[in-house]
């Protein structure tokens, strides 16, 4: 089992930045991949940046490239989500998930943290 906890979230006004923060605990060495997604009100769940453990490699929703930076900290077993240049739309509550062991299919999810970002 992998238990996520998520941090970080807050309002900020559009232009500004925030870091979230998911604390993973469990079996997270077998974890093929980890990521962000995000939900708004009245839409669907959208995967906002994945990163692949192993490698490391990343990838980004088209409309937050070059603005939002995953990474991860293996040491300290948390993964992160820079958001640079936040604007209205990505407000949203967010949430830190994981890949089940030897998948690459998302199965462990964290409470969300809400992100607000004010015209």
Do not use: H
């Not at 009100?41 to 929703?61: D, N, Q």
């Not at 040491?75 to 030897?102: F, H, I, R, V, W």
């Amino acid at each position: 089992q992998v238990q996520l906890v998520e941090s970080g979230g807050g309002s900020v006004q559009a232009g500004g930045s925030l870091r979230l923060s998911c604390a993973a605990s469990g079996y997270t060495y077998s974890t093929y991949c980890m990521g962000w997604f995000r939900q708004a009100p009245g839409k669907e769940r959208e995967r906002v940046a994945t990163i692949y453990t192993g490698a490391g490699l990343t990838s980004y929703a088209d409309s937050v490239k070059g603005r939002f930076t995953i990474s991860q900290d293996n040491a300290k077993n948390t993964l992160y989500l820079q958001m640079n240049s936040l604007k209205p739309e990505d407000t949203a509550m967010y949430y830190c998930s994981a890949c089940g062991t030897g998948t690459y299919k998302f199965i462990y999810w964290g409470q969300g943290t809400q992100v607000t970002v004010s015209s």
